[in-house]
């Protein structure tokens, strides 16, 4: 749940930023069809940004990061590990369990989240299914790929994918003429499918108030589009100014469609008898690319943010993992010993043990060696007990404190959140990247 917070928060983030480009340097120019890409790239990588990974880009950048300093702590003490049960634990023989979390304000968030996504979907279907019954219940005509629609319900003309609604009774021929061929233009364009988009980015983001106004700026310059074409084919300018006012006087409307009569007629009828933008000004659209890489690096928190930290990746080198914590205590088999060296491997990490030894089905003993190649090796022995291990073995990361292995003290540098990991009856390894945690072992979240 908490991963599908973080995600929404960096699309949101994604989208601020693309969106205050256009709405800032571009709303304004007469490049329509070239603002239509905008518009419609600013809701795509509002989305696909933050499922890029964190190397993605720029690959070799982490060799310029520099390394937390290595910490090895192999201090005893008197900490004690509290045995496995049970009652606070998830088990298994094969050592691969999710943990049981706690019901935090987060995934309660991220519930009602969910929630309010899932009703205005049904209000989405419901709108469809509204066009869908008036397409049903009226006459259609099918001409040179596109369903000439006819009906006796006061309502302003509209096209949706193929199919051009219009009250022929509503008009004059000539208007009739100027509608249609305005329809024309969202249907051959596929305009039906930008609004479908950002009604999408609406239902998503529904929590960000400018995501409504992105959905307007979409419908809008869809018409822009539309007139532009009318005007190129000889339909006089004030005529279909006109036309467009007087279909104002008819109420309703679908908010799926693609409208004759928007409710932005001023700035339609203003941008109709504004001049051409120059083509020096395409520069502006220059600004999208650095301002999209600019987003992509605020939301890539180990290259854009850690860059003190050190950047682990996996052995196809992409993946890299935030936080890593190994608690081995007298419960802890040889299944679990197993998972967390192949884990580890996969992590790019070495984790060999050695002098393993089991008293009466209890890790008695153990020696630990773990590193990363050229970056930090460290390695403990454990304390050996009459019935199993004295103390626990700790082994964490964390990209502001470094590597730690100690026998038994839980370092004094470790986070809350490590510290209520290593605290709180973790045996085994758990792993936290991009927000998300892998548990391989058993661990009590109270």
Known sequence: MEALLLYIVKANIVFLFLYGVYWLLLRKEKFFTLNRYILCGCIALSFLVPLFPSTGLLPGFHSKISLVPVNVIAAPSAAKAVPVTPANAITSSGGNVTARFSFSFLQLAAVLYIVVVFIMLLRLAAKLLTIRRLLLASEKQYDDGIYYVNHNNDLPPFSFFKYAVVNMQQYSPEENSQVLLHEKVHIKQWHTMDVLLAEAACIVLWINPLIYKLRSSVKL?????????VLRNGVDRKNYQLNILNSCLTAGGYALTNLFTSSKIKLRIKMMNQKQSPLRNLLK????????????????????QKTGSLAVKDLQGNKAFDKVYIVLTENTDKEMLKTIE???????LEFKTSDVQFLNGSLAAINIQVSQPGIFSGSVSSIRGNNGLTKPVIFYYEPDNGFHITNGEIPKEISGYGRKIVSHNLNGILIVHNGSTDLHGSCRWD
């Open 221 to 229: 310059n869809l018409e822009y589009i539309a007139d532009e074409n």
């Open 285 to 304: 659209y220059a600004f999208v690319l650095p301002v999209a890489l600019a987003a992509y690096f605020v939301t890539s928190p180990v290259i854009a």
């Open 342 to 348: 192949s884990t580890m491997a996969e992590l790019g």
